[in-house]
């Protein structure tokens, strides 16, 4: 046999004197990933979403603005999911406002 006698009638009394413990500490690497997995990469990409979010919600006409497409220009009407963006003089495009990924400073955007 594979397994001896000896150690067969072993294996129950060592498991019953790990107990509740033993398996505490067996699932202890598994809660220790899930922490550091919730602090390197979930806590930080949520905090990322809501900067987003208040970036897109504080958008004013007028504002400098550059997409997710490589668009720049600047912020000339607004409705509800979509505003419109002056790309050079008297051409403007729709496009919508979660595509905004960054407001530029007043001025980077030529006349």
Same mark, same amino acid.
């Given at each position: 046999?594979?397994?001896?006698?000896?150690?067969? =009638?072993?294996?129950?009394?060592?498991?019953?004197?790990?107990? %509740?413990?033993?398996?505490?500490?067996?699932?202890?690497?598994?809660?220790?990933?899930?922490?550091?997995?919730?602090? %390197?990469?979930?806590?930080?990409?949520?905090?990322? =979403?809501?900067?987003?979010?208040?970036? %897109?919600?504080?958008?004013?006409?007028?504002? $400098?603005?550059?997409?997710?497409?490589?668009?720049?220009?600047?912020?000339?009407?607004?409705? $509800?999911?979509?505003?419109?963006?002056? %790309?050079?003089?008297?051409? $403007?495009?729709?496009?919508?406002?979660?595509?905004?990924?960054?407001?530029?400073?007043?001025?980077?955007?030529?006349?």
């Amino acid at each position: 046999m594979l397994i001896s006698s000896a150690f067969a =009638q072993t294996a129950p009394a060592a498991a019953a004197e790990g107990g %509740i413990m033993g398996s505490l500490t067996g699932m202890l690497p598994l809660v220790l990933m899930f922490v550091v997995l919730y602090f %390197i990469m979930i806590r930080p990409q949520m905090k990322r =979403q809501k900067e987003h979010k208040a970036m %897109i919600e504080a958008l004013a006409k007028g504002d $400098e603005v550059a997409t997710a497409g490589g668009l720049l220009g600047r912020v000339t009407r607004l409705s $509800e999911g979509s505003m419109y963006i002056e %790309i050079a003089n008297g051409v $403007e495009v729709q496009v919508q406002r979660s595509a905004v990924t960054q407001v530029l400073p007043k001025g980077t955007v030529l006349k």
